[in-house]
């Protein structure tokens, strides 16, 4: 069982950037399509970005699109999310995880702990 971890939050002004950084271990996450999320307080949980196993594919969700990039290391078996033009309401803990191939908002593994960002307006 592969276990997620997640770090690189931290509390930014809008407009500022940040980046995130999911790290793997218990087993090779590089044949699979990983992907980040994203909780706002009292919200769902919400798909945000996903990216191919060779990394050649990635998909955006609408409210991040030409702000946000995903990528991923599979030699160091981590996946990243640039977070540039930073928004108030992109504050949320940030959670990465497997998800099924056919569906890239379906989590697949456990969820790690997240990492919190805030975005001061």
């Known amino acids: 069982q592969v276990q997620l971890v997640e770090s690189g939050g931290g509390l930014v002004q809008a407009g500022g950037s940040l980046r995130l950084s999911c790290a793997a271990s218990g087993r090779t996450v590089s044949t699979y399509v990983m992907a980040w999320f994203r909780q706002a307080p009292g919200k769902e949980r919400e798909f945000v970005a996903a990216?191919?196993?060779?990394?050649?594919?990635?998909y955006l969700a609408d409210n991040v699109k030409g702000r946000f990039s995903i990528s991923r290391d599979n030699a160091k078996n981590a996946v990243y999310l640039q977070m540039n033009s930073l928004k108030p309401e992109d504050t949320a803990v940030y959670y990465c995880n497997v998800v099924a191939q056919y569906d890239i908002r379906r989590p697949l593994g456990s969820w790690g702990q997240g990492t919190q960002v805030t975005v001061s307006s």
């Open positions: 990216i191919s196993g060779s990394g050649g594919i990635a």
